[in-house]
T-cell receptor, first 114, second 110 residues
Framework: TQLLEQSPQFLSIQEGENLTVYCNSS?????LQWYRQEPGEGPVLLVTVVTGGEVKKLKRLTFQFGDARKDSSLHITAAQPGDTGLYLCAGLLGTQGGSEKLVFGKGTKLTVNP | DAGITQSPRHKVTETGTPVTLRCHQT?????MYWYRQDPGHGLRLIHY???????DKGEVSDGYSVSRSKTEDFLLTLESATSSQTSVYFC?????????FGSGTRLTVV
């Protein structure tokens, strides 16, 4: 059973277009994290959202955490070829000091064509 | 960021043999994790550790064991490797500013 449902799984767009990636769950998370992964490398943390309703911006990337802390979205404005990569959402379960663990969605493979 | 090193980076092994992968961190972070990544499945948690000798199972722990005898090292052992364990394995640590992943170990079981 996949705790985090991420969609779409694949996305191919033209340079300059906007896109949104969604991450949904029936579970409540302490925080929600977004990662980007390049081929042959491990995921790299982009952002962590902690508070329900929180919105964070990282240049052309906007991250939102749902009010109930069960879902999140990543929006990219005016995508560029350099944005190409695998985007992963991950939810944190457990309590700090205890058996805390991070569970991942299946990822969205984004291709931005010039 | 804390340094995190996985070894080996690549390994080919035969079915039925035991295999141990090593994850080493250069700072005293408490939490360490082992994941596997497969097409169509994303990253799945195998085992994790929240302190020396404190470990717990993840969602795909069958066929794997772990040990953490000191803070800096977290070992993943495939007790008797099977072809279904061919995968890319990632180690991660929970640092002060989030999670940091190693570069991965590509394991092929033939």
């Amino acid at each position: 059973t996949q705790l985090l449902e991420q969609s779409p799984q694949f996305l191919s767009i033209q340079e300059g277009e906007n896109l949104t990636v969604y991450c949904n769950s029936s579970s409540v998370f302490s925080s929600l994290q977004w990662y980007r992964q390049e081929p042959g490398e491990g995921p790299v943390l982009l952002v962590t959202v902690v508070t329900g309703g929180e919105v964070k911006k990282l240049k052309r990337l906007t991250f939102q955490f749902g009010d109930a802390r069960k879902d999140s979205s990543l929006h990219i404005t005016a995508a560029q070829p350099g944005d190409t990569g695998l985007y992963l959402c991950a939810g944190l379960l457990g309590t700090q000091g205890g058996s805390e663990k991070l569970v991942f969605g299946k990822g969205t493979k984004l291709t931005v064509n010039p | 960021d804390a340094g995190i090193t996985q070894s080996p980076r690549h390994k080919v092994t035969e079915t039925g043999t035991p295999v141990t992968l090593r994850c080493h961190q250069t700072e005293n972070h408490r939490y360490m994790y082992w994941y596997r990544q497969d097409p169509g499945h994303g990253l799945r948690l195998i085992h994790y550790s929240y302190g020396v000798k404190d470990t717990d199972k993840g969602e795909v722990s069958d066929g794997y064991s772990v040990s953490r005898s000191k803070t800096e090292d977290f070992l993943l052992t495939l007790e008797s490797a099977t072809s279904s364990q061919t995968s890319v394995y990632f180690c991660a640590i929970r640092g002060n500013y989030g999670y940091t992943f190693g570069s991965g170990t590509r394991l092929t079981v033939v």
